[in-house]
């Protein structure tokens, strides 16, 4: 036999141990390799051994990309301000304790603690102000956002207001049409 | 979950807001006297920036002993927000709907270390 030929011999020898059937006839394991199966289970992976080995570096690979993953981001969409609180001037002051003064009374039904000439010179004062700061540019609701005012309430001093000074409704429409306001 | 780090305190002021967005959650973190706040950004109606409308105080009515009236008034201690679409009003506490507390939006978890400020999500 050539040197060719016994190589040749070789490999299909090989070849044929590679593609005999590993498990029984029926296709299932062998009692060898169902022992061989458990005996693996029961001892697990050796350390030193080719798998050990393939697992740790399998670990390290994944720690390393864990790793390597960017931490989720927080990511500020929109920074909403605090509503804005009173300038605290001395007369602001004052003025924020007259009102919670007055509100007290009202919820305690002592309704005559401000007399009237009290009220309408508020009333008056508040009034001119409040235009004046409008004309000025200053625009703000005339009613804050801590404050219990019913649409009652609201169209029982709008309707006293106009009358105090001898207009229609009608006229207050006129005008706030004819003005764009 | 994980603690994420939104700012440090000193950086948020009483009465603000931050609207903040971590992988696919939109959250809304509420400073309110001193306490913070965090949750979920889509409102339980139609899904509205529920925590970016008004902050309201709590409405309360106050009685007399023979149960009159005395009229409404704005609690000077509860405080809600309003989502702005359709007035969802939530409890800024809770989270919960004010006029049906089953509905809830979700609440996540503030951690204060020092000065800084983490949501937990
Ligand atoms: S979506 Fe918020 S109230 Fe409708």
């Known amino acids: ?181 | 979950m994980a603690e994420q780090f939104v700012c440090k305190s000193s950086e948020f002021k009483n009465g603000e807001r931050q609207i903040i967005r971590i992988g696919e959650e939109e959250i809304g973190v509420f400073k309110h006297e001193d306490e913070y706040f965090a949750y979920s950004n889509f409102c339980l109606h139609q899904g509205g920036p529920a925590c970016e409308g008004l902050t309201i105080a709590r409405v309360e009515e106050h009685l007399r002993a023979d149960k009159t009236s005395m009229g409404l008034s704005f609690s000077e201690k509860d405080m809600n927000f309003v989502c702005p679409w359709h007035g969802y009003e939530y409890d800024m506490r809770t989270g919960a709907h004010v006029a049906d507390p089953k509905v809830r939006l979700r609440k996540y978890d503030i951690v204060k270390k020092g000065d800084d400020i983490y949501v937990v999500a």
Not at chain 1, 104 to 128: M, N, S, V, Y
Not at chain 1, 151 to 179: H, I, P, R, Y
């Open chain 1, 1 to 181: 036999m050539s040197s060719h030929e016994a190589t040749k011999s070789l490999k299909k020898t090989a070849a044929k141990k590679a593609l005999a059937p590993k498990a029984g006839a029926d296709g299932d394991p062998t009692p060898a390799q169902k022992a061989a199966f458990a005996k693996a289970m029961y001892e697990g992976v050796k350390p030193g051994i080719k798998t050990a080995r393939k697992i740790a570096q399998e670990k390290s690979d994944k720690a390393k990309s864990d790793a390597e993953k960017p931490v989720q981001k927080v990511e500020i969409l929109r920074k909403i301000a605090a509503p804005a609180t009173p300038v605290e001037t001395p007369d602001t002051k004052r003025a924020l304790q007259l009102a919670a003064d007055i509100e007290k009374a009202t919820q305690d039904g002592d309704f005559e603690r401000f007399q009237p000439e009290a009220q309408q010179a508020l009333i008056g004062a508040l009034c001119r102000l409040y235009s004046a700061n409008n004309d000025m540019g200053n625009h703000f609701g005339a009613v804050g956002q801590r404050s219990a005012v019913t649409a009652t309430d609201v169209m029982v001093l709008c309707g006293a207001l106009l009358k105090a000074v001898d207009l229609q409704v009608f006229e207050l429409g006129l005008w706030q049409s004819w003005s764009s306001r």
